[in-house]
């Protein structure tokens, strides 16, 4: 036990340190949760358990990143015997420091709603079995055991701040009297398998300047974590892509499928073009008058909030037009088409503008003076009739007061 407790005192303390020395991109995240699961349980003990409850299971954790996070674990888990016709009731309560690895981060799967995280950790049980105790045999009543425990956990985001979990465990121990006696089939320790149904808060989700840890995914955070987004994706410039956009055209007559839409994304991009010149007003504005600017071709991956590289340009254009100026706020609003059922589209329109605003504060923009907002398909431009309409009404809004 006193090695356990070394290492679980070692392990907070360097977690401590590691919170000290994060990099500008983790210092805008928030980090911190909590939460509580309970389910069902089967202990591998003589004499042998039935199926019994696992409640309450308490937790908090530190996730230092998208990819990782460690926590300490206190749960009561049950193991129900029937000896000589006696009911006897088992428990066990368990304390453990654990890792936990984002398994869709690690392999680059990007989900905005669902999660994957392998859990491993170790800690000790302390466990009473209500058996009486008979000197000079093998038979126990209470102890305390080295445990160790591995898990997978299917996670669900049911808000920025709020999560639900199934965890399935494995529980080993090295104690074998946890059931009252000695085992009776040659192995030399208990161990146990659970069923978990949980809920998690992330502190912090909402006013953090990126949000969660847990919510971003893992591409998102190595550009945001790069000393220059750009030079991170080696994005070419706007005048060379538009010149090979031209090129494209002039040169493939043949009418393929891929060149359709090669003008309307053009036009697109012209218009969001002359769109940005009105952050060229800033500098004329009067206090408190303010200016709008549409942008549709700010673009986002299928059902995501993840932006495209193609997007980055404009953003770029727009944070240098704000850093060069004095301006007293900015509100960023999303719009989306009308695909999908209303509340879903403003929870969508919601992240990407909070998306849009975390890329144009990794770019210096003031964070304190950036709010957002998301209208789903509430506000569209035109009717959401043809591909082009929807198209034009997918678009994020900057709205500027001096």
């Known amino acids: 036990m006193k090695k356990i407790t070394v290492l679980v005192i070692s392990a907070l303390v360097l977690l401590s340190v590691n919170a000290q020395q994060t990099t500008s991109i983790e210092s805008n995240l928030a980090h911190w949760s909590l939460g509580i699961k309970g389910g069902i349980d089967y202990y591998r003990v003589t004499p042998s358990s039935t199926i019994s409850w696992a409640v309450p299971d308490l937790f908090v954790q530190y996730d230092i990143n998208p990819y990782f996070g460690l926590g300490l674990d206190a749960g009561m888990f049950n193991f129900d015997r029937t000896v000589?016709?006696?009911?006897?009731?088992?428990?066990?309560?368990?304390?453990?420091?654990?890792?936990?690895?984002?398994?869709?981060?690690?392999?680059?799967?990007?989900?905005?709603?669902?999660?994957?995280?392998?859990?491993?950790?170790?800690?000790?049980?302390?466990?009473?079995?209500?058996?009486?105790?008979?000197?000079?045999?093998?038979?126990?009543?209470?102890?305390?055991?080295p445990m160790g425990?591995?898990?997978?956990?299917?996670?669900?985001?049911?808000?920025?701040?709020?999560?639900?979990?199934?965890?399935?465990?494995?529980?080993?121990?090295?104690?074998?009297?946890?059931?009252?006696?000695?085992?009776?089939?040659?192995?030399?320790?208990s161990d146990a398998i659970a069923a978990l149904i949980g809920f998690r808060i992330k502190l912090g989700a909402k006013s953090a300047s990126y949000g969660h840890a847990r919510n971003l995914s893992g591409k998102t955070y190595q550009i945001l974590s790069a000393p220059d987004p750009l030079a991170a994706i080696n994005l070419q410039s706007y005048e060379e892509r538009f010149q090979n956009i031209?090129?494209?055209?002039?040169?493939?007559?043949?009418?393929?499928?891929?060149?359709?839409d090669i003008p309307k994304r053009v036009k697109k991009l012209e218009e969001d073009v002359d769109a940005l010149k009105e952050f060229n007003r800033l500098r004329e504005l009067k206090e408190g008058e303010s200016l709008l600017a549409s942008l549709s071709s700010i673009e986002f991956k299928f059902d995501s909030s993840e932006l495209t590289?193609?997007?980055?340009?404009?953003?770029?254009?727009?944070?240098?037009?704000?850093?060069?100026?004095?301006?007293?706020?900015?509100?960023?609003?999303?719009?989306?088409?009308?695909?999908?059922?209303?509340?879903?589209?403003?929870q969508l329109s919601k992240r990407r503008a909070e998306t849009v605003k975390s890329y144009l504060v990794g770019k210096g923009v003031s964070a304190a003076s950036i709010t957002t907002d998301g209208l789903g398909s509430d506000k569209p431009l035109k009717p959401n009739t043809t591909a082009a309409n929807r198209?034009?009404?997918?678009?994020?809004?900057?709205?500027v007061v001096k």
């Open 84 to 145: 000589d016709g006696r009911d006897f009731l088992g428990k066990t309560i368990d304390i453990a420091l654990y890792g936990s690895v984002n398994l869709l981060n690690v392999f680059s799967v990007n989900s905005p709603r669902l999660g994957l995280y392998g859990n491993f950790g170790v800690g000790a049980g302390i466990w009473n079995n209500e058996i009486p105790e008979i000197p000079n045999t093998t038979k126990k009543n209470k102890g305390v055991s």
């Open 149 to 189: 425990l591995a898990g997978l956990s299917l996670t669900y985001n049911i808000a920025p701040a709020f999560e639900l979990f199934l965890e399935g465990q494995y529980r080993s121990y090295t104690q074998q009297w946890m059931g009252g006696e000695g085992q009776e089939y040659g192995w030399t320790s």
């Open 391 to 399: 198209s034009k009404n997918r678009r994020v809004d900057f709205k």
């Open 246 to 260: 031209q090129s494209q055209i002039n040169t493939l007559k043949d009418g393929q499928a891929e060149l359709k």
């Open 309 to 346: 590289e193609q997007s980055y340009f404009l953003l770029d254009q727009i944070a240098d037009k704000l850093n060069s100026a004095t301006w007293s706020s900015l509100t960023v609003t999303g719009h989306t088409d009308n695909v999908g059922t209303a509340g879903y589209n403003k």
